[in-house]
């Protein structure tokens, strides 16, 4: 096996390679690699993970969403009406200026 030293980067061939990816065991010069996890690693082996992790989705992922949707719908529209319901047991007096004029335990 060649040592490090007379190996040249896989994606540029006049650049001399400063490290060997532990993934696929390919030589690549400062700008093609990346460290990641306390790991030194090429580009295409970061990706692969990512490519992973999308291919994970749930087909029906939407339908939570959507069901997510209408339940807060639903309670924005029962905080609306319940606060419709205090203001309407105000009384009219309120609005006039004399409740306050008379004692809460009259009525």
């Known amino acids: 096996m060649t040592s ?3 190996q040249v980067c896989l994606n540029h061939g006049t650049r001399e390679a400063v490290a060997r990816c532990p993934e696929c065991g390919l030589f690549y010069c400062r700008e ?4 990641h996890d306390d790991r030194i690693i090429c580009a295409a082996c970061l990706r692969k993970p990512l490519k992973r992790t999308e291919q ?3 087909p029906l992922a939407w339908l939570g969403h959507a069901a997510a949707f209408c339940l807060s719908l639903m309670l924005a529209w029962l905080m609306f009406y319940w606060c419709g319901k205090i ?3 105000i009384p009219t007096r309120f609005h006039d200026g004399t409740l306050w004029q ?3 335990w009259q009525e």
């Open 4 to 6: 490090l030293h007379q």
């Open 32 to 35: 093609c690699i990346a460290e």
């Open 56 to 58: 994970k989705r749930r």
């Open 87 to 89: 203001l309407l047991s």
């Open 102 to 104: 008379t004692s809460f």
